[in-house]
């Protein structure tokens, strides 16, 4: 990306990994130590219209928008911002952008697009005029190791956790049990510490570590599942329930139990 800081255009970048990875802490922080006053980040899962997500690109410039302005309208806007100096647009989960050519559309005008998301089939689901403009150069973000997830947790523990109230091993099991995603083990530290303030207690103990991680990682089973929209849940739900089956039968169950029921691209896209 560094070509925007001499004004260039950044290269398209795509960050796909699994959930609690550093995907969006990662983009974020980097746009704000280098791009501050030229980035903007929008999640794509809270503002999915080109619409809208150009009224946050817009109101993250300062630039004066009004609520019927027309994408149009929108789009010359930035465009003219973007020919004033080098800008970049963070799209977080943008699997859930609605209208893709939006990526088209912005890449077109000068902006540098990063993009990110859970999804490795983000990418191949674009129409092939969109990914072959885009030129979109694909950043993994593996699963932590337990050595990295350790050392994500310890920062944090000694900030808010009392020295010696967590020993090594157990800090060690929170990583182990996290399973390469920091959110997880974050939040098992700091459930378990709360379990153990609860109880009075000076040290966090191995059953609230355990006790935390497992509702740590149903919380992230949720977590997923909020992500997920209705027709989503739906197929979830009938695959989950009969184990395997085929595409035309899986479609038929969902037609059955949906009122409106999306059809042939936007279902395969779902
Ligand atoms: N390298 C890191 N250093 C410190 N904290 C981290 C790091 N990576 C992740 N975290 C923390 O873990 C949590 C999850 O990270 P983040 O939101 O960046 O993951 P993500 O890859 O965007 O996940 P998702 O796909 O679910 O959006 C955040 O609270 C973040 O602060
Ligand atoms: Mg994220």
Same mark, same amino acid.
């Given at each position: +990306?560094?070509?925007?800081?001499?004004?260039?255009?950044?290269?398209?970048?795509?960050?796909?990994?699994?959930?609690?990875?550093? %995907?969006?802490?990662?983009?974020?922080?980097?746009?704000?130590?280098?791009?501050?006053? #030229?980035? @903007?980040?929008?999640n794509c899962w809270k503002? &999915?219209? @080109?619409?809208?997500?150009?009224? $946050?690109?817009?109101?993250?410039?300062?630039?004066?928008?009004?609520?019927?302005?027309? *994408?149009?309208?929108?789009? &010359?806007?930035?465009? %003219?911002?973007?020919?004033?100096?080098?800008?970049?647009?963070?799209?977080d989960e943008?699997?859930r952008?609605?209208?893709?050519?939006?990526?088209?559309?912005?890449?077109?005008?000068?902006?540098?697009?990063?993009?990110?998301?859970?999804?490795?089939?983000?990418?191949?689901?674009?129409?092939?005029?969109?990914?072959?403009?885009?030129?979109?150069?694909?950043?993994?973000?593996?699963?932590?190791?337990? $050595?990295?997830?350790?050392?994500?947790?310890?920062? &944090? *523990?000694?900030?808010?956790? #009392?020295?010696?109230?967590? &020993?090594?091993?157990?800090? %060690?099991?929170?990583?182990?049990?996290?399973?390469?995603?920091?959110?997880? @083990?974050? $939040?098992?530290?700091? #459930?378990?510490?709360? +379990?153990?303030?609860?109880?009075?207690?000076?040290?966090?103990?191995?059953?609230? *570590?355990? %006790?935390?991680? =497992?509702?740590?990682?149903?919380? #992230?089973?949720?977590?997923?599942?909020?992500k997920?929209? =209705?027709?989503?849940?739906?197929?979830?739900?009938?695959?989950?329930?009969?184990?395997?089956?085929?595409?035309?039968?899986?479609?038929?169950?969902?037609?059955?139990?949906?009122? =409106?029921?999306?059809?042939?691209?936007?279902?395969?896209?779902?």
């Amino acid at each position: +990306m560094e070509p925007a800081l001499q004004n260039r255009k950044a290269t398209n970048v795509f960050l796909v990994g699994p959930t609690g990875t550093g %995907k969006t802490s990662t983009a974020k922080q980097v746009l704000e130590a280098h791009f501050d006053g #030229r980035a @903007a980040c929008v999640n794509c899962w809270k503002y &999915r219209t @080109a619409h809208e997500v150009l009224s $946050e690109i817009l109101l993250t410039f300062r630039i004066p928008a009004y609520a019927r302005e027309s *994408v149009g309208e929108q789009v &010359r806007k930035l465009e %003219k911002l973007a020919k004033s100096k080098s800008l970049v647009v963070y799209l977080d989960e943008v699997d859930r952008l609605v209208d893709r050519d939006l990526l088209y559309v912005l890449s077109r005008v000068g902006i540098g697009l990063v993009l990110s998301s859970t999804h490795y089939h983000t990418l191949s689901s674009l129409p092939s005029r969109i990914t072959s403009s885009l030129g979109l150069s694909e950043i993994q973000f593996p699963k932590y190791t337990v $050595e990295e997830t350790i050392a994500i947790v310890r920062d &944090r *523990v000694e900030q808010s956790v #009392r020295p010696g109230a967590l &020993r090594t091993s157990l800090l %060690k099991l929170s990583a182990v049990l996290a399973d390469g995603d920091a959110r997880v @083990a974050l $939040e098992t530290i700091r #459930r378990a510490a709360l +379990m153990a303030e609860h109880n009075n207690s000076k040290r966090i103990g191995l059953a609230d *570590v355990k %006790k935390a991680a =497992k509702e740590a990682n149903t919380l #992230r089973l949720e977590y997923l599942f909020s992500k997920l929209n =209705k027709h989503q849940r739906i197929v979830y739900d009938a695959l989950a329930k009969r184990g395997r089956l085929d595409s035309g039968r899986l479609y038929r169950i969902y037609r059955r139990s949906v009122a =409106k029921p999306v059809v042939d691209r936007a279902y395969s896209h779902t």
